[in-house]
């Protein structure tokens, strides 16, 4: 049982993280309980992971989460995705102890930052129509049958349970969360394939020195202009996105004017 677990888990000095809290298999809020709180001793848990498709505005619908730290963290179901979720840690030094510390908030140690995909690309943002393949990416999804076919065969979206589940009419993001960094990875660029990745990583060491801090130029002077224009539109978030549900990833809507 969960509590049991729990107590376990204190007793022998560990933290306790749920992961990807609100997707819609096995996400604690997706497809456990509206509250945490019915299903865990809330004062026992370190912190929430919020999951690919939900970020810290979305997470503050919900009160119980008020006073809980947010990680973003993504799995490890492949080598290549490791890490494209993360979270900026202010330690002394990489070590268990300090993580717990900055969980806590504890002298000086903090989350400094949150970095997470764009939650409209995560694989359950809104809610997926089994039956017909649609993903509803218009107005908040309460109907239980899908609008285009009627199938009752829906996965509901992330973004969709938290408005069901919400106990505020809007969210309420408390000053001392740290910033939330959106990024787009460099796989979802339209026309950005494997030889064009291999060549800015050879250039520029990693993903993240690419997605965030080398110039447009920079880019450009590797890769062409249009797909450096798409980098750096990624990163100050003016790339129009289509929402990914029922476990396929959003999309970036490729622009007239990048594909000219
Ligand atoms: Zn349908």
Redesign the pocket.
């Known amino acids: 049982p969960a509590l049991e677990m729990q107590a376990e888990i204190k007793a022998r000095g560990g933290l306790i993280v749920p992961a990807h809290v609100f997707t819609p298999h096995k996400g604690i809020y997706g497809s456990t309980a509206p509250r945490m709180g019915e299903v865990l001793d809330t004062s026992l848990v370190d912190a929430v992971e919020l999951g690919l498709s939900s970020d810290s505005s979305m997470a503050s619908y919900i009160r119980e989460l008020d006073h809980v730290p947010f990680l973003t963290n993504s799995d490890a179901h492949s080598l290549g995705k490791i890490g494209r979720e993360y979270n900026e840690l202010q330690v002394a030094a990489p070590s268990f102890d300090e993580f717990r510390m900055a969980l806590q908030g504890e002298a000086g140690r903090s989350i400094a930052a949150n970095y997470g995909l764009n939650p409209r690309l995560g694989k359950y943002h809104r809610t997926y ?1 089994a ?2 393949g ?1 993903i509803m990416d218009e107005q908040a999804m309460s109907a239980e049958r ?1 609008p ?4 009752l065969k829906l996965v509901q979206g992330v973004l969709d349970r938290i408005l069901a589940i919400s106990d505020r009419e809007s969210p309420h993001v408390p000053a001392n969360r740290p910033a939330y960094h959106y990024q787009v990875p460099l796989e979802f660029i339209p026309g950005l394939g494997k030889a064009k990745l291999r060549q800015l990583l050879d250039h520029f060491g990693t993903e993240m020195n690419v997605l965030h801090r080398t110039r447009e130029e920079e880019l450009a002077a590797v890769v062409g202009p249009v797909l450096a224009g798409l980098i750096v539109a990624a990163r100050k978030g003016q790339l129009e996105l289509s929402s990914g549900g029922g476990g396929t990833y959003g999309k970036v809507a490729v622009q007239e004017k990048a594909s000219e």
Do not use: L, M, P, T
């Not at 285009?148 to 199938?151: D, K, T, V």
């Open positions: 129509c039956a017909c649609s899908c285009h076919c009627g199938s």
